[in-house]
């Protein structure tokens, strides 16, 4: 999830509207795309700073509706859809919630020279927030299938959301070591955008509340050797071509 939530920032987002104002792309990486900024103009760069979390924005809420319709007999689909729906929420609401007041990345591109910067600060602030908390309730209401009644389904939260977030953190900042340019970027981007953009998954199990019980038998998540086979290849291209960055 990690991987493609990261090619949908980057490449998706980032770098098809580079791509669109016709700059010169260097490269895209796990933790960034390189590209000539002299060869746009500032609007421009403004609103190839802003396509990145956008991407994430609408392929985030684009999947969690989909998630919503797949049957409750498909598990696995319908967990791996509402996993990566949502890890793309997060890191969209996490980029504005967190960093838009920072002096890097891309909610910093975005108010880079405009008049008043602090008031659109505060309103990107504002609105990572609205989404950020959207995605937190939406994320547990729409688990309650996999987490069945009072008695097991903490236990079962944890599993299904703090060790993919643990996980994907391990992935992201593992990977952005190994990005050759600055090794500021495993703590900018890897550390900041896994640790902090997806820290509303690991808080899932805390925002259970009475009313949100399953009366049903709960879902299981059963291992898929399909999914596994997909994992083992997106990590491959994480750590081989990804993180490194390319081209190079």
């Not at 991987?3 to 700059?23: C, N």
């Not at 103009?41 to 684009?62: D, F, H, K, Q």
């Not at 977030?165 to 992201?172: D, E, K, N, P, W």
């Not at 259970?208 to 009366?215: N, S």
Request: glycine share 10%; proline share 6%.
């Amino acid at each position: 999830m990690n991987v493609t939530a990261t090619l949908v920032h980057e490449a998706l987002g980032h770098g098809v509207a580079a791509a669109f104002f016709g700059a010169h792309i260097v490269h895209v990486s796990s933790v960034d795309l390189a590209y000539d900024e002299r060869g746009v103009g500032a609007v421009p760069n403004r609103i190839i700073a802003a396509a990145g979390p956008l991407a994430n924005l609408i392929a985030g809420w684009i999947v969690i509706v989909l998630a919503d319709r797949i049957p409750l007999a498909a598990p696995v689909a319908r967990y791996a859809a509402w996993l990566f729906g949502h890890v793309n929420l997060f890191v969209a609401g996490g980029y504005a919630l967190a960093l838009s007041f920072a002096n890097f990345g891309d909610m910093h591109a975005i108010v880079r020279g405009l008049a008043a910067p602090v008031a659109w600060q505060i309103v990107l602030t504002l609105i990572g927030a609205a989404i950020s908390f959207y995605a937190l309730f939406h994320g547990v209401r729409s688990l309650m299938p996999f987490l069945g009644d009072q008695a097991d389904r903490v236990r079962r939260c944890v599993l299904l959301t703090l060790v993919p977030y643990l996980t994907m953190a391990f992935v992201a900042i593992t990977a952005g070591a190994l990005n050759p340019d600055s090794p500021m970027l495993i703590v900018i981007s890897a550390g900041a955008s896994s640790l902090g953009g997806n820290a509303f998954l690991a808080w899932m199990p805390y925002w259970l509340r009475a009313g949100h019980v399953w009366q049903a038998e709960p879902l299981g998540v059963p291992r898929s050797p399909l999914v596994v086979g997909l994992a083992v290849v997106a990590l491959l291209f994480d750590y081989i071509a990804l993180a490194p960055g390319f081209p190079r």
